[in-house]
């Protein structure tokens, strides 16, 4: 059986400046898991490797870890699948500090997850304490995903948003609170949501799939944000840019088949939000004289009817 070279990122605050990459050659046993082998290079190589781990069975969420550019759960994940002509590059997880090789700074990371109170919030006056708070299998069907969250921050690592906007709650956070809003014993639905459309809440997401594509569980933090966005929107909670956006969104696409980005950004501001308004005049000044602006008036769309058909097949389901 061949080597694999692990090029592992190394960094001790304590004697380096910066971090740099040292590098170790291991036989993968049959069947080892990427934590596996970190293991029999801290046990074998060199005891100073420094790494979070605790369970080994993914459940306690503290070995994820970049495997070769993402973020991984690396006790779920087979070494032999992340190497690539017989090396793998591992470094700390990402929009974190390192503190010390493999180990990254979480306080940012759990004072999100704090700030979407990550508690039932019942209503003490319906209820009466001596009982159980049941659920339908379908009221728990709402939350379940979320449930299987492990609080691994591998979604936190590769966020996309979180990497150009460090106040965005970011995906955990954000899995975490659908599972609250959501949850049928909880009775601060329209007050959790709210908050939740604050700036660098629900709106902030990009879409970019990244933390589902991460997620080591069913929790995929994307679909929750989803969620959490149809409970906004079905609850009228719109009065922000994030709402305003999606809808004027909607009705461009819905009336003439194209993004309008003429009145998009006027409809996401909202038309009595003066200073908002004006904010976009320097916007509108750089793009023209770039030559960016977009036509005043756009070529009509020739499927139009087709577009129509699926928002009214849409509308209908
Ligand atoms: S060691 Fe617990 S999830 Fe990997």
Redesign the pocket.
Known sequence: MSETTFKIQRFNPEKDKETYFQEFKLEIPKGATL?DCLNLIKWTQDGTLTF?????????????VRANGHAV????TQASSVAQNDQVTIKPLGNMEIIKDLAVDLTEFWKKVEAIKPWLMPDEKKETQTTERTQSVEEFLKIDKASTC?M?SSCYSDCCSMAVDKSFLGPTALAKAQRFVEDSRDKETISRIKELSEDAGIWDCTHCGECSQRCPTEAKPLDRIVSLRTVALNSGVTNNYGARHAKAFVKSIKSSGILNENTIPVASMGFFNIPGLLSLIPVGIRMFLKGKNPPLIHHPMQELDDVKRIFKKFEEK
Do not use: F, Q, W
Request: charged share 15%; aromatic share 0%; proline share 0%.
């Open positions: 934590l979070r781990m605790s369970c080994r069975s993914a459940i306690c969420g503290s070995c994820s759960l690396a006790c779920k492990i691994c």
